[in-house]
C-alpha cells in the first residue's frame, strides 16, 4: 500500500520515474498483439487525475486484480505513449477494502476524520446518563457495534446527491444526531422526547447503506432487493440478539429507520407515526437539501 505525500499522484508522474501507487480501475481489457503477446491496456486514476497503464505478459493474479477489483496497488515504471504519459507496470496487487486508504483515490469529506470519531464516541456515551444504567449499556453496544466498524466509518451517504463521498456517511449521520439533538433541547413547547431512541435512529438511520453500495459506487443487489432501510432495521435486529435491548425500545428505532425518508414516494417504508421519527426525518432532509445548496452542517 503506497504511502502518500502532498503533490504526489498520478497527476504529477515523471517520466523515467518509477512509480507505486494505489489507483481505481476504471477500465481494463485484457489484448493480444499481432504477434501473440498478451498485455493488460487499462485506465487507472486516483484523487489528483487519471493515466493510461499497460502490462506486458500479466500473469493470472494480475488480470484478477485489474478485471475483477476496484483499488490495486500498482509498481512499474512511468513512460510515454502517442505523447502522454503511461505507467508500464511491473506488478499490481488487488487490495481488500481494509487495506485501502480511501483518500488517495477518492474525494474524502473535509472534515477531520479524527474529529468525527470523537464525535461519534460523544455521542455514544451519551447513552449512559439515565437512570437505567443496563439498559443504557446494552443499546451504546449495539449502537457502537453499527457504526465503528470500517464501512460505516469510510462510506460515502450517497452515490452522487449528497455527500457522495469517502467519511460522507458518518459525516452526514453525525449532522442529523447532533441537529437532532439541538432541537429536542430547544423545543419550547414542552415536548418529552425519548433521547435514547432519537439518538440511535439518528445516528443509524443510513446504516443499511454499507450493504446498499460499493466505495466506489456500485450498486449492490440489496439496494434494489430491500433498500437501505429495510436494510438497516435487519442491521439493527440482529445485533440487538447480542445484547439485553427492551424490545419494545429496538421497536421504535426500526419505526425511526424505516420512516426516516417521510413518505412512501419518497422511499420511506412506513410514514412516521412518532415525535421521534418525525424529528430525525426532518432533520435528515434538511441536512440533504442543505448540503445540496452548499451549506454543509458540519458536526
Not at 19 to 31: F, G, N, R, W
Not at 52 to 67: G, L, M, R, Y
Request: glycine share 8%; aromatic share 6%; proline share 4%.
Amino acid at each position: 500500500m503506497a504511502e502518500r505525500t502532498p503533490g504526489e499522484g498520478v497527476a504529477y508522474v515523471v517520466p523515467g520515474k518509477k512509480c507505486t501507487y494505489d489507483v481505481l480501475v476504471k477500465q481494463a481489457d485484457v489484448k493480444v498483439t499481432g504477434q501473440g503477446k498478451t498485455f493488460i491496456s487499462a485506465i487507472v486514476e486516483d484523487i489528483t487525475g487519471r493515466i493510461e497503464c499497460i502490462q506486458w505478459d500479466p500473469d493470472e493474479q494480475t488480470v484478477d486484480a485489474f478485471t475483477r477489483h476496484d483499488v490495486v496497488y500498482i509498481q512499474g515504471k512511468v513512460g510515454t505513449y502517442k505523447d502522454k504519459p503511461q505507467i508500464t507496470v511491473a506488478s499490481a496487487v488487488a487490495l481488500g477494502e481494509a487495506d485501502i486508504q480511501w483518500g488517495h483515490v477518492l474525494p474524502a469529506s473535509p472534515i477531520d476524520i479524527g474529529m468525527m470519531r470523537n464525535h461519534l464516541a460523544s455521542a455514544i456515551d451519551q447513552f449512559h446518563t439515565g437512570t437505567n444504567e443496563k439498559a443504557e449499556n446494552a443499546l451504546a453496544k449495539v449502537v457502537s457495534a453499527l457504526t465503528t466498524t470500517p464501512e460505516f466509518i469510510n462510506g460515502p451517504a450517497a452515490t452522487f446527491m449528497h455527500h457522495a463521498y469517502v467519511h460522507g456517511l458518518l459525516e452526514h449521520s453525525l449532522s442529523v444526531c447532533e441537529n437532532c439533538m439541538r432541537y429536542s433541547g430547544l423545543d419550547v413547547r414542552g415536548g418529552t422526547w425519548d433521547l435514547d431512541v432519537v439518538r440511535a435512529g439518528a445516528l443509524l438511520h443510513d446504516v443499511g447503506k454499507v450493504y446498499e453500495y460499493t466505495m466506489t459506487g456500485k450498486r449492490l443487489p440489496a439496494s434494489k432487493e430491500l433498500g437501505h432501510s429495510l436494510i438497516g432495521c435487519k442491521m439493527l435486529a440482529m445485533a440487538a440478539m447480542t445484547e439485553d435491548v427492551d424490545p419494545e425500545q429496538i421497536t421504535k428505532i426500526e419505526h425511526v429507520i424505516a420512516s426516516h425518508h417521510g413518505r412512501q414516494e419518497w422511499g420511506a417504508v412506513v410514514e412516521p407515526q412518532t415525535a421521534e421519527a418525525w424529528l430525525v426525518h426532518a432533520m435528515d432532509l434538511a441536512d440533504s437539501r442543505l448540503f445540496t445548496a452548499g451549506k454543509r452542517v458540519e458536526p
